[in-house]
């Protein structure tokens, strides 16, 4: 009868504190799964059979999900859950289950990172290129260095005419303590022809202008309207204005006044592997009347486009032209190059020697007749066409020499993608944030009271077979540590035992447990707490 007691009164306990939390984070996640236009939302809790996370999806617009791997810098390789390599402290997996979907996932600059390989997307929606509107969002907590949350985004080693950039979500760039929303028409550096630092950057950006805190959650948005050419980036839910003009930007456009950064203007298609933008270099407006010269390289449709902003009056007798040729290892498509002539907005066929392939250069040079003769303008020009970058999540790729040390320090509890532009009443539906830090913010203080008791984490969490569950006495007492399930059933008893005080670690070996979720009780005399984790075979 005491038996029965205790374990009613242990299951009634799990209904009234633990179900009502998790039955929120899943009523959540099923609110933004169950959205119009959802390409991809990863909540990080769900998975396959094989152990890997797995997206929710509107099925009228993508027809299957797109799976996360775990990858780290220097090694290629993509990881599933269950054999995922590395124990050192920077690279072992680890669970926050305080944020607003209860399952955020540690990622560590590029000691861990997660990653849809590019061949899973490539012809889907989730490859955001040209004039495709989304809104894209990421549920996240910085716990020290800021850099990408999430995105489509290789800087190619930061050189002016290489990369693979699209869109993606960062912080902490710029200065600024809030968010930045990047996008690309070339994929490299989007203002080659400057000659200041910072020009083999990408600078197309949108940056909100409310400031936010390291270690506490946010909801990071951008949204692209193709319609208006807007960029809008938000911090839960809101925008906030923000004038800042970009010191290569005004390096090339001499702006008078400061230049609207959120939102942000954008006018040319995203990059596309196979549809960019190049911009030829050499030139400044005080000296040549040019901002800008460009060429459009529209792989898929074998059509070369120039164009060029600038001052059209006293360019009016300026004649313009461009060479253009393919290497394919050592040889060139074409023994003599293709030249024609630069006329502004005009489209050029492709020879139909250009069948370009992944690997090969593009190379173009433009020249102006002057003087009775054709002068080249700025340097060669070589662009490796390559498979696009893959999305990744905490990591940004291409980042100089791909330090180990490079990235964010982050958490990632959610990320949602979306083939339109929410309503800021959508957005705000979905913030959750208000709420987010009273779910398990008991955790939290029990963590960071080290002269009390606690319960940590297990580690590693998720785990298989084996995990670590550490908890802490300040003074000798009775001790039960018990696992249940998610029905409330006790399914094993782990510590039944009087303990002296301080520091416990018990392993546990799941190799007979099914996949899932448990929760691990710890029930002293004075103290009782409960976590959450999940086990993977």
Same mark, same amino acid.
């Given at each position: 009868?005491?038996?029965?007691?205790?374990?009613?009164?242990?299951?009634?306990?799990?209904?009234?504190?633990?179900?009502?939390?998790?039955?929120?984070?899943?009523?959540?996640?099923?609110?933004?799964?169950?959205?119009?236009?959802?390409?991809?939302?990863?909540?990080?809790?769900?998975?396959?059979?094989?152990?890997?996370?797995?997206?929710?999806?509107?099925?009228?617009?993508?027809?299957?999900?797109?799976?996360?791997?775990?990858? &780290?810098?220097?090694?290629?390789?993509?990881?599933?859950?269950?054999?995922?390599?590395?124990?050192?402290?920077?690279?072992?997996?680890?669970?926050?289950?305080?944020?607003?979907?209860?399952?955020?996932?540690?990622?560590?600059? $590029?000691?861990?990172?997660?990653?849809?390989?590019?061949?899973?997307?490539?012809?889907?929606?989730?490859?955001?290129?040209?004039?495709?509107?989304?809104?894209?969002?990421?549920?996240?907590?910085?716990?020290?260095?800021?850099?990408?949350?999430? $995105?489509?985004?290789?800087?190619?080693?930061?050189? #002016?005419?290489?990369?693979?950039?699209?869109?993606?979500?960062?912080?902490?760039?710029?200065?600024?303590?809030?968010?930045?929303?990047?996008?690309?028409? !070339?994929?490299?550096?989007?203002?080659?022809?400057?000659?200041?630092?910072?020009?083999?950057?990408?600078?197309?950006?949108?940056?909100?202008?409310?400031?936010?805190?390291?270690?506490?959650?946010?909801?990071?948005? @951008?949204?692209?309207?193709?319609?208006?050419?807007?960029?809008?980036?938000?911090?839960?839910? #809101?925008?906030?204005?923000?004038?800042?003009?970009?010191?290569?930007?005004?390096?090339?456009?001499?702006?008078? !006044?400061?230049?609207?950064?959120?939102?942000?203007?954008?006018?040319?298609?995203?990059?596309?592997?196979?549809?960019?933008?190049?911009?030829?270099?050499?030139?400044?407006?005080?000296?040549?009347?040019?901002?800008?010269?460009?060429?459009?390289?529209?792989?898929?449709?074998?059509?070369?486009?120039?164009?060029?902003? $600038?001052?059209?009056? #006293?360019?009016?007798?300026?004649?313009?032209?461009?060479?253009?040729?393919?290497?394919?290892?050592?040889?060139?498509?074409?023994?003599?190059?293709?030249?024609?002539?630069?006329?502004?907005?005009?489209?050029?066929? @492709?020879?139909? /020697?250009?069948?370009? /392939?992944?690997?090969?250069?593009? @190379?173009?040079?433009?020249?102006?007749?002057?003087?009775?003769?054709?002068?080249?303008?700025?340097?060669?020009?070589?662009?490796?066409?390559?498979?696009?970058?893959?999305?990744?999540?905490? &990591?940004?790729?291409?980042?100089?020499?791909?330090?180990?040390?490079?990235?964010?320090?982050?958490?990632?509890?959610?990320?949602?993608?979306?083939? &339109?532009?929410?309503?800021?009443?959508?957005?705000?539906?979905?913030?959750?944030?208000?709420?987010?830090?009273?779910?398990?913010? #008991?955790?939290?203080?029990?963590?960071?009271?080290?002269?009390?008791?606690?319960?940590?984490?297990?580690?590693?969490?998720?785990?298989?077979?084996?995990?670590?569950?550490?908890?802490?006495?300040?003074?000798?007492?009775?001790?039960?540590?018990?696992?249940?399930?998610?029905?409330?059933?006790?399914?094993?008893?782990?510590?039944?035992?009087?303990?002296?005080?301080?520091?416990?670690?018990?392993?546990?070996?799941?190799?007979?447990?099914?996949? $899932?979720?448990?929760?691990?009780?710890?029930?002293?005399?004075?103290?009782?707490?409960? &976590?959450? @984790?999940?086990?993977?075979?």
């Amino acid at each position: 009868m005491k038996y029965f007691l205790t374990t009613l009164c242990f299951v009634l306990f799990f209904f009234a504190f633990f179900s009502p939390i998790y039955t929120q984070h899943q009523d959540r996640i099923t609110q933004v799964a169950d959205m119009v236009g959802l390409i991809a939302f990863w909540d990080f809790s769900t998975m396959n059979s094989d152990s890997i996370w797995i997206s929710h999806y509107d099925e009228s617009v993508v027809s299957q999900p797109f799976l996360v791997y775990l990858r &780290r810098i220097g090694n290629d390789t993509t990881y599933k859950i269950k054999e995922w390599p590395y124990s050192d402290n920077n690279s072992i997996i680890k669970i926050d289950t305080t944020g607003p979907f209860g399952h955020a996932v540690r990622f560590n600059r $590029g000691y861990i990172f997660g990653e849809v390989p590019r061949a899973q997307f490539e012809n889907t929606p989730l490859n955001i290129f040209g004039k495709q509107p989304f809104t894209m969002i990421a549920w996240v907590k910085f716990y020290g260095q800021r850099h990408m949350a999430t $995105g489509i985004w290789d800087e190619g080693g930061w050189n #002016k005419y290489s990369g693979r950039r699209q869109v993606a979500l960062f912080a902490g760039l710029f200065q600024q303590n809030g968010i930045t929303a990047h996008i690309s028409a !070339t994929g490299a550096a989007s203002y080659p022809q400057s000659t200041i630092s910072g020009s083999q950057y990408a600078r197309e950006r949108a940056i909100d202008g409310q400031a936010f805190k390291n270690n506490e959650w946010i909801m990071m948005t @951008m949204t692209y309207d193709p319609d208006n050419n807007k960029v809008t980036a938000m911090l839960n839910a #809101k925008m906030t204005p923000l004038n800042l003009t970009d010191p290569v930007v005004q390096d090339v456009y001499r702006y008078e !006044t400061e230049r609207a950064a959120n939102p942000y203007d954008f006018s040319h298609p995203i990059y596309s592997p196979r549809n960019f933008l190049l911009k030829y270099n050499g030139y400044n407006y005080n000296d040549d009347y040019v901002y800008e010269h460009r060429l459009r390289v529209a792989l898929e449709n074998h059509k070369l486009i120039y164009s060029f902003e $600038g001052d059209t009056t #006293k360019l009016a007798d300026s004649k313009f032209r461009i060479t253009c040729n393919v290497r394919r290892n050592d040889d060139s498509l074409l023994y003599d190059s293709f030249i024609f002539e630069a006329l502004n907005g005009h489209p050029v066929d @492709m020879p139909q /020697e250009f069948l370009v /392939e992944n690997g090969d250069v593009f @190379m173009t040079t433009l020249e102006e007749f002057k003087d009775n003769e054709w002068q080249q303008i700025g340097t060669d020009i070589e662009r490796q066409v390559l498979e696009g970058a893959p999305f990744t999540f905490g &990591r940004a790729l291409g980042l100089g020499s791909e330090n180990l040390t490079h990235g964010s320090q982050i958490y990632i509890d959610g990320v949602a993608v979306f083939n &339109r532009v929410l309503s800021k009443d959508e957005l705000q539906s979905i913030t959750f944030i208000n709420n987010a830090s009273s779910v398990g913010s #008991k955790d939290q203080e029990s963590i960071q009271r080290q002269d009390a008791f606690f319960l940590s984490q297990n580690y590693p969490n998720p785990f298989n077979p084996i995990t670590h569950i550490q908890y802490n006495l300040t003074q000798p007492q009775n001790v039960m540590l018990t696992i249940f399930n998610l029905q409330g059933q006790r399914v094993l008893e782990l510590v039944n035992d009087f303990q002296t005080a301080g520091s416990h670690i018990i392993s546990f070996d799941a190799s007979t447990f099914s996949s $899932g979720l448990y929760i691990y009780e710890l029930k002293t005399d004075q103290f009782v707490e409960h &976590r959450k @984790m999940t086990v993977i075979h």
